[in-house]
């Protein structure tokens, strides 16, 4: 009954192998902090700097994430993270854009 057993997950809430990846667990902390920072304050048209700066760090550091995670929980937390600073992204951009009339 080889299909019975299953792996102890408790060692961590995003590692299904057992292993320790506090790497990956940062980046996907990382990237869904970034990402919320990103999609809160994009409803405000005057953080247009903070939305659109947060959530190109967060797709710099989800994408990062994706390519050096290990398991389909990290990809899970990375994707809400990814999607959040993108949303983030573009309305920050659409508000002001990254340097927002500082520049030109």
Request: hydrophobic fraction near 50%; charge should be neutral.
């Amino acid at each position: 009954m080889a299909q019975a057993m299953r792996p102890n997950s408790a060692t961590s809430l995003l590692a299904t192998d057992g292993k320790a990846h506090p790497l990956q667990d940062a980046l996907v902390a990382v990237t869904l902090v970034l990402g919320l920072t990103a999609a809160i304050s994009s409803i405000f048209s005057g953080l247009h700097l903070l939305s659109s700066w947060t959530g190109l760090v967060g797709i710099l550091a989800g994408g990062y994430g994706q390519f050096i995670s290990v398991t389909t929980r990290e990809r899970f937390g990375l994707i809400l993270g990814l999607g959040a600073s993108a949303v983030g992204f573009f309305i920050g951009m659409a508000h002001g854009g990254l340097f927002g009339g500082l520049i030109g």
